[in-house]
Structure formats: structure tokens, C-alpha cells
């Protein structure tokens, strides 16, 4: 029986190239649509947990899966701005708990998700070093970030310009890491937590600056009108916050009215929930919508498509399949011949025939194995993938 | 191919087993068989001024813990806590701000926002507004002003119970049970605040309209509250005041001719007696008391300003 296996294996060892030909599109035979129901149950499971664990996000009106997405993983696609006074308007309902959430900047890719304290204990997110955000222009990450970042508590982080050739806009603000969080297996492990104050500031909404009734500010002063100092380009504005310039720090106009990407609502009840939802179904300016719905709905798109590409890979698989079959028949008559002479120094037709079964039966078997490895990675790795394709 | 699905499937379904944890009925009946135990827990408070903690302790009794962590002698209205003291603030129940620009430290902080009270919010409408407001501006949006709120609210009796109401409420929202003895605290409270409300509102009227100065601009709430006829210098009691002090003062008097200085605290003697001799004013203590007094209490520290007023001679 060795001998038999033996002669298979250097039949199979010395066809390589045709060998790993039939192995890869058995494996992909068996793979695709395996692999593919792996990713879509993942990614259900996913996109439904972290969407049920947030009952209302009220932001501007406008795409609810990109407010959705923006909102619960961080998506680069920023929805259109509501404003801070959303967030006050739920909180005096007395409603519901409001949180503001304010995602639009990024260090090196990682999103800055500009927030309250509110936030951290909304979601169950644990520090695993350092302390939580206390001054303006601290920063929390979360595990995978700091990874990423190659970044621990006492560290900084610089927040990222939207545009190269964004001179007048964004600048970088340079902040002081304070606290890393425990893993928690979602996007919060992606993000760079700060006040939401914080990223107006990084907006540039909030400034600070010399003190201009100073003299020493004199060079950044172009007019004193009575009680109004007017600045010139010179003023000197600090792009980090520090014990000695904090003071400095202030924000222009009225904070209602600065902007945020969302407001995540936590109602305590269903009727609350109704009533909040009632409320806002009519507004002219902002949309209230329910992540789970907005996902379930996303959901099913994706199990259309999923329908489509398995009945396509299914297709495709019988045809490679067929060919596969053709490929061991015509190489079956191919080598009659071969056969023969086995036959003639001795071999016995069933030694014969089970030297050509094993060479089926291990293109297979090492195909159906390379399909399950390759199922198990998707299993194992799937949430991560998933994760990086939303963001 | 089914074969092979079948196995894939199989493995998929023992690594999600193997991810997943308890389902959440399990939790549910673990949660169930764990004895109820209520414990009783003292609630924590902070504040930012002492008026405030001062009120919260006498509304909350034993049921609450209240925490001022400013040090002494330090004006809680240009105090800056540390990290490690914001962190303090963010454990605790409930955070007792004053509002009116008091806290400027808070809006550079991260504090949990459903543990602040604003215990002036409800009169915003009533805030007085400084009118030496610095206007600055540069960049692109232009002039932005950086108002000035007066913020020792306090000081009138009526804005005090005011803000010692919206302490009782928020105490009852989160103490069950404990709204009598809520209700009893903030009645003894107000008894106080109205007696002392009382004695200078009787001083003020028989001030009558008289000019009094003030050291600094810390009392507008109290002006507004007895219509007194004050007029505001910058002087601090531990400074002898600069020559353009003395000519701002002396040009104020051209047309507010006052007898009496309110200080936030004893002068030195130098000023003190140059006011005297020079101007003709004599100078007399109101102590905001927006830190702890190194003696006594809120009350007793306001039952010496009123004593202080009722003291002066008769102009």
C-alpha cells in the first residue's frame, strides 16, 4: 500500500504545476461559498450587536447608513454636521441620556472620536493604562490605536490635516496621550478618543493665543478700537495645549451652535424612545434613526448580494468541477500507456487503479483541507477585515 | 462539495460557540440568584464654591458627603484644578457648579455632563453683565467678544435659594425616598438666607440711595438686589493701589461721592487710612465668601458682613 501511495505522490510531485492548478480550484471550489456565508454571518453578527447596543442616533438629515456607520465604526465618510444644541435640546427632554459624538479628523488613519465621558461608560470601555481624558486636549486610545500608533500614556499623537493643500483649515494639534483602553473587540479599539471640545478645538473653532491687551503682544495687534483689539496675521496661536497656555484657550461664539456628526440618545424606555422618536420625525433640519433598522436594512441588501455570489461561485464551481473531471479523464486516457507498462512489470490492475485513486483522492483531500484552512483564517480574522472595509 | 461544507460549517459553528459568551439568559437567571443587597451609600458631591458646599450640606444632611477641594485662601473663581483633581470631580455623584462664568476651568475639562448641575441655570435671564468686556478679533470669523458675567450670585439671598432649590432637586432626583428630609434642610436653609436678606434690605433702606464704592466688582448682584447706588474701583485688599488707581477713584468721585468702601477683605492700613484722609471714605468688610472662612461657617461669615453694614454711622 505504501508503494502504491508512494508512486502516486511522485506521480502528483513530479506534475507539480498541474497539481496545484486542480488543488487551488478545488479549494476554491470549496472555499468560496463557505467562505463567503463565514464573512456575511460575521459580519451580521457584527454590524447587528454593536447596532442593537445603540438605540438612537440623531444627526443632520441626510444618508442614515453613512450617519449610522459614521456613528457606531468610525467610517471616514463624515455625514453632514448637526449642531451641540441637539445634544442639549435631549438632555433637557429629560428623555433620555445624549451624547455628542463629533467624528471627522483622523491620526494617520486612526479616527479621532471627539466625545464625553458619557461615551466610555455607555459602551463598558475600560482603561487598561493610564487615566481617563481630564484637560482639554488630552487624548484616550483605544488598544488596537495605540498598536498602530506605536503609542502609550506620556506619548503624543498629532492630529492629521484633511488636505495637503488645506493650509487654512485644519491645523495639527499635538496631544497628550493619557490613557490606552482594554481591548473590547470593536471599532473603539481603532479610535483616538478626546473631548469633543477638543475637536472643535482641532477644527479650530476653539483657539488659543497670545493675550493681546499685552505688550508683549504687541507685534500681533493691527488696531486698538476702544475695548477692540484687532489681531493680524502675526497673532501667535498654539497648536498644543499645555498647563501654561490653557488659560488662553477659548472658543468662538455660542457652543450650541457647534457642530457634531451625531448625538447618540439612550432612552431609558420604550416610551421615551417613541416619544424622542416623534419628536424629531418632523424636523425640518435633523433625522432620528435606529441603528438596528438601518443595519437590518443594510443587512438585507447584503444578503441579496450574498444570494447572487453564492449562486454565482456555486456556477462556477460546478464548471470547474466539470473541468476538473476532464482534466482526470483525459489524463486518465493520456496515460494508458503508463498504465499498460505497470500492468506488464508486475503490477496487479487494482495496484494500478489505486495508484491513480490515491493521486484523485489527494488533489482533493489537500484542496478540501487548504478550503477548511483558509474557512478557519476568515473565521478568525473576518471581524478584523470586516472593520477595515467599513472604515 | 457538500461533504466539505458540511465540516467547514461544522467548524464555524464551534468557533462561534467558542467566541461567544454567556447567552444573556444565563446572565439574566446568575443575576437572579444573586442576593439582593441594598447598601446604603453617603453620595458624593463636589462643588466649586464654598456657598455652594455650604448649601449642599445643609440640604443633604448625612446623606451626603460633600467635597470642596479648593485649597484655602485660593478665589475659586480663577482656581485651575489639576489632572489628578478633575479626576476626583469626574468620580464623583454629582457636580455642583455655580454657573455665570464662575468655573472657567470647566469648559476646558472633561467632566461627566450628567453629573453637572447648574445651579444658576434657571435665571440666566438674570445674570448681570459686566461692561468692560475685552473684545478681540483675528482670522476669519472675525470679532468675537469675550463677555464677562458677573458670577457671585450668591450674594443676593434670592438667587441663593435659588440655586440651593436646584440643589434640593437634584439631590431628590437621585435620593428616593429622602424628600422630607430634603424639604426640612432647604427650609431651614432659606429661614437663614431670608433673615439675613431681611437685615440688609433694612440697612439698604435706610441707606436710601446713598453712593457706596466698592473695591472690587464682586458685589453687582447684591446692588441689584437692595438698588444700592454702587460704584466699582479695582483695589485689592492686599495691594497698595497704583497712582492710576487713586486718579480713577478720585475722577469716580467727582460724581458718586461715597462714604463707604466695601472690601473682599480688611484692607492694608496704608490704604485704608489713605482713604480716609484723602477721600473721606471709610472702609468696611463684605466678605463674598466664596472660599471657606477660617472661621465659622457660611452663615456666620454673612451674619458678620449684615453686622458689619448695620455697624456704619449714619452719614
Known amino acids: 500500500m505504501t508503494d502504491t501511495l508512494y508512486l502516486a505522490w511522485r506521480y502528483l510531485a513530479f506534475h507539480r504545476v498541474k497539481t496545484a492548478i486542480l488543488v487551488a480550484a478545488i479549494t476554491l471550489i470549496v472555499f468560496l461559498p463557505v467562505g463567503l456565508r463565514v464573512i456575511v454571518n460575521q459580519s451580521s453578527r457584527q454590524l447587528t450587536a454593536r447596532a442593537e447596543a445603540t438605540p438612537l442616533v440623531i444627526g443632520a438629515k441626510g444618508s442614515p447608513t453613512e450617519l449610522t456607520l459614521n456613528t457606531l465604526y468610525f467610517s471616514s465618510d463624515v455625514p453632514a454636521r448637526t449642531t451641540y444644541a441637539v445634544a442639549s435640546e435631549v438632555t433637557a427632554t429629560d428623555l433620555a441620556r445624549a451624547i455628542p459624538m463629533y467624528v471627522r479628523f483622523r491620526v494617520q488613519g486612526q479616527p479621532i472620536v471627539g466625545t464625553t465621558l458619557e461615551y466610555f461608560e455607555f459602551r463598558g470601555l475600560e482603561l487598561a493604562a493610564g487615566r481617563q481624558i481630564a484637560v482639554l486636549g488630552e487624548a484616550v486610545l483605544g488598544s488596537r490605536a495605540a498598536e498602530m500608533l506605536g503609542v502609550g500614556p506620556g506619548d503624543y499623537v498629532v492630529s492629521s490635516p484633511e488636505s495637503v493643500f488645506d493650509i487654512a483649515g485644519v491645523y495639527p494639534l499635538r496631544m497628550p496621550v493619557v490613557g490606552v483602553l482594554d481591548f473590547s473587540d470593536s471599532a473603539d479599539d481603532d479610535a483616538v478618543f478626546v473631548d469633543v471640545k477638543t475637536a472643535w478645538v482641532i477644527e479650530g473653532l476653539g483657539h488659543g493665543h497670545q493675550d493681546l491687551s499685552r505688550p508683549e503682544a504687541a507685534a500681533g495687534v493691527l488696531r486698538r478700537e476702544g475695548n477692540v483689539v484687532v489681531g493680524n496675521a502675526a497673532v501667535m496661536q498654539f497648536n498644543e495645549i499645555t498647563p501654561d497656555n490653557i488659560d488662553s484657550f477659548h472658543f468662538h461664539g455660542d457652543l450650541s451652535g457647534f457642530p457634531l456628526t451625531a448625538v447618540v440618545v439612550v432612552p431609558p424606555d420604550q416610551r421615551s424612545s417613541a416619544l424622542l422618536q416623534g419628536r424629531y420625525q418632523t424636523s425640518e433640519t435633523n433625522q432620528v434613526v435606529s441603528p438596528s433598522e438601518v443595519m437590518d436594512k443594510l443587512l438585507g441588501t447584503i444578503l441579496t448580494v450574498e444570494k447572487f455570489v453564492i449562486a454565482g461561485a456555486v456556477t462556477v464551481g460546478m464548471a470547474t468541477l466539470a473541468t476538473a473531471f476532464l482534466v482526470f479523464a483525459l489524463s486518465l486516457r493520456l496515460r494508458r500507456r503508463e498504465r499498460e507498462t505497470l500492468f506488464k512489470i508486475g503490477g496487479s490492475r487494482t495496484a494500478v487503479a489505486t495508484v491513480m485513486a490515491s493521486e484523485i483522492v489527494a488533489v482533493l483531500a489537500v484542496g478540501v483541507l487548504s478550503a477548511l484552512v483558509l474557512t478557519f483564517l476568515t473565521q478568525r480574522y473576518g471581524d478584523v477585515i470586516i472593520r477595515a472595509l467599513i472604515r | ?315
Not at chain 2, 477641594?69 to 455623584?93: F, H, I
Not at chain 2, 434690605?201 to 464704592?213: H, I, K, N, S, Y
Request: hydrophobic letters at 45%.
Open chain 2, 1 to 315: 462539495m457538500k461533504t466539505a461544507s458540511t465540516v467547514a460549517a461544522a467548524i464555524l459553528a464551534f468557533g462561534i460557540a467558542a467566541c461567544g459568551g454567556p447567552s444573556p439568559e444565563a446572565e439574566v437567571e446568575a443575576n437572579a440568584e444573586a442576593p439582593a443587597v441594598e447598601v446604603a451609600e453617603e453620595m458624593v458631591l463636589y462643588t466649586t464654591n464654598y456657598p455652594l458646599a455650604y448649601f449642599a450640606e445643609r440640604i443633604g444632611g448625612d446623606r451626603v458627603r460633600v467635597e470642596f477641594p479648593v485649597p484655602a485662601g485660593v478665589d475659586p473663581a480663577y482656581w485651575t484644578p489639576s489632572p489628578e483633581e478633575v479626576s476626583a470631580y469626574q468620580g464623583a455623584d454629582l457636580i455642583l457648579l455655580n454657573g455665570a462664568g464662575y468655573e472657567g476651568w470647566v469648559a476646558k475639562t472633561s467632566l461627566p455632563e450628567s453629573k453637572l448641575v447648574n445651579t444658576s441655570s434657571g435665571f440666566e435671564d438674570l445674570y448681570v453683565v459686566a461692561e468692560d468686556a475685552v473684545v478681540h478679533t483675528h482670522g476669519p470669523e472675525g470679532e468675537h467678544e469675550h463677555e464677562n458675567v458677573a458670577f457671585t450670585t450668591w450674594l443676593d439671598p434670592e438667587l441663593a435659594i435659588e440655586q440651593a432649590r436646584a440643589i434640593r432637586d437634584a439631590l431628590a432626583e437621585r435620593l428616593p425616598g429622602a424628600e422630607a428630609d430634603l424639604q426640612a434642610g432647604i427650609e431651614a436653609l432659606e429661614a437663614d438666607l431670608m433673615a439675613i436678606d431681611a437685615r440688609i434690605e433694612a440697612w439698604a433702606t435706610a441707606l436710601g440711595g446713598q453712593a457706596v464704592l466698592a473695591s472690587h466688582p464682586v458685589y453687582q448682584y447684591l446692588a441689584r438686589r437692595y438698588e444700592l447706588n454702587l460704584r466699582t474701583v479695582h483695589f485689592e485688599p492686599g495691594e497698595v493701589p497704583t497712582p492710576s488707581g487713586w486718579r480713577d477713584l478720585a475722577a469716580l468721585m467727582q460724581g458718586h461721592a461715597a462714604d463707604w468702601m466695601l472690601w473682599e477683605a480688611n484692607p492694608l492700613d496704608e490704604t485704608r487710612q489713605r482713604l480716609a484722609s484723602d477721600y473721606g471714605v471709610g472702609s468696611v468688610v463684605f466678605a463674598p465668601t466664596g472660599n471657606r472662612p477660617a472661621s465659622g461657617d457660611y452663615m456666620d461669615a454673612m451674619r458678620a458682613n449684615v453686622a458689619a453694614l448695620e455697624a456704619l454711622p449714619a452719614s
